[in-house]
């Protein structure tokens, strides 16, 4: 199996910054896209930042160049570093891998999410 860890989630205040990590461990042969999403109260999850493999990224349009999405292939790891946080960014944040196993299938999977809230 394949487990995603996240962690560096928290309050902080408005025009903060936090970094995200996400850990992926398991039967792993590579990981192609790995991301970050969001769920705030009452809404659905939604795409904040992407990375592939070989380091192409996307962003949503509201990001807006304060978060910055990047991965350490070596460690199965991938970061998002928010700076200029707004309340409006408040949270849970889900780290997403698509994993390849060694019989070559690819699967997502889903970290269990880490709770960002920004306010005064």
């Known amino acids: 199996q394949v487990q995603l860890v996240e962690s560096g989630g928290g309050l902080v205040q408005p025009g903060g910054s936090l970094r995200l990590s996400c850990a992926a461990s398991?039967?792993?042969?590579?990981?192609?896209?790995m991301g970050w999403y969001r769920q705030a109260p009452g809404k659905q999850r939604e795409l904040v930042a992407v990375?592939?493999?070989?380091?192409?990224?996307n962003y949503a349009d509201w990001v807006k160049g304060r978060f910055t999405i990047s991965r350490d292939n070596a460690k199965n790891t991938v970061y998002l570093q928010m700076n200029s946080l707004k309340p409006e960014d408040t949270a849970v944040y889900y780290c997403?891998?698509?994993?390849?196993?060694?019989?070559?299938?690819?699967?997502?999977?889903w970290g269990q999410g880490t709770q960002v809230t920004v306010s005064s």
């Open positions: 997403n891998a698509v994993v390849r196993k060694f019989d070559f299938t690819r699967t997502p999977y």
């Open positions: 398991g039967t792993i042969f590579s990981i192609d896209a």
């Open positions: 990375v592939t493999s070989g380091g192409r990224t």
